[in-house]
C-alpha cells in the first residue's frame, strides 16, 4: 500500500530537509531530473581530495525524492567518493534487486525499502544519489586534467 511508502517518519524527512539551497562556489553542480513525475534535484558539492567538504542542494521533488535528499544532507559531509558511489549502487539494488539495505550512518535508507513496490516511485528516490555521483565525476575528471596538463 502507498501508506507503507508515504509512512510518518518519511512525511518528516521530506518536511525537514537541511542544506537547502545553493553553494556560492561549488567544484561541481549536478542535476537529477525524472522524466516520469518531473521531480528535479540539482546539487553543488565542495571535495577535499575524496572526501565531500560542502554540500547543498535545491529540491523540487515528491515526497520520497525529499526523504532521500534529506537522508543525504545529513551524511554526506565527509563521506568519500567510493563510500557514495557504493551508497547509489546499494540504494539501487536495494529498489530492483530485493538488495539489503545500506547499514551504519545511511542506515536510515531502509525507510525507503517499501518504495521497491512501486517502480514509479524508483526514479524520484534515486536522484540524490544520481546527481552527487554525477557531481562527484565532475570534480574527478577535473582535477585528473589538471593533473595531466
Keep these: 500500500m502507498l501508506?507503507?511508502?508515504?509512512?510518518?517518519?518519511?512525511?518528516?524527512?521530506?518536511?525537514?530537509?537541511?542544506?537547502?539551497?545553493r553553494l556560492p562556489d561549488p567544484h561541481a553542480s549536478a542535476t537529477a531530473h525524472s522524466k516520469?513525475?518531473?521531480?528535479?534535484?540539482?546539487?553543488?558539492?565542495k571535495m577535499?581530495?575524496?572526501v565531500v567538504s560542502?554540500?547543498?542542494?535545491?529540491?523540487?521533488?515528491?515526497?520520497l525524492?525529499?526523504?532521500?535528499?534529506?537522508?543525504m544532507a545529513r551524511h554526506v559531509v565527509g563521506s568519500t567518493a567510493e563510500e557514495l558511489?557504493?551508497?547509489?549502487?546499494?540504494?539501487?539494488?536495494?529498489?530492483?534487486?530485493?538488495?539489503?539495505p545500506p547499514q551504519g550512518k545511511w542506515a536510515e535508507i531502509a525507510l525507503l525499502e517499501p518504495v521497491r513496490d512501486y517502480k514509479a516511485r524508483h526514479a524520484s528516490t534515486m536522484l540524490t544519489f544520481d546527481a552527487v555521483v554525477d557531481a562527484i565525476g565532475q570534480i574527478e575528471a577535473r582535477a585528473k586534467q589538471t593533473a595531466q596538463a
Aim: net charge positive.
Design 36 to 45: 516520469l513525475c518531473g521531480s528535479t534535484v540539482k546539487v553543488d558539492l
Design 3 to 21: 501508506n507503507d511508502i508515504y509512512n510518518k517518519r518519511i512525511i518528516e524527512l521530506a518536511g525537514n530537509i537541511p542544506r537547502l539551497g
Design 65 to 71: 525524492g525529499q526523504a532521500s535528499s534529506s537522508i
Design 85 to 100: 558511489r557504493d551508497l547509489r549502487e546499494t540504494v539501487r539494488k536495494m529498489l530492483k534487486e530485493n538488495g539489503s
Design 48 to 50: 577535499d581530495g575524496p
Design 54 to 63: 560542502d554540500f547543498a542542494h535545491d529540491v523540487k521533488a515528491c515526497a
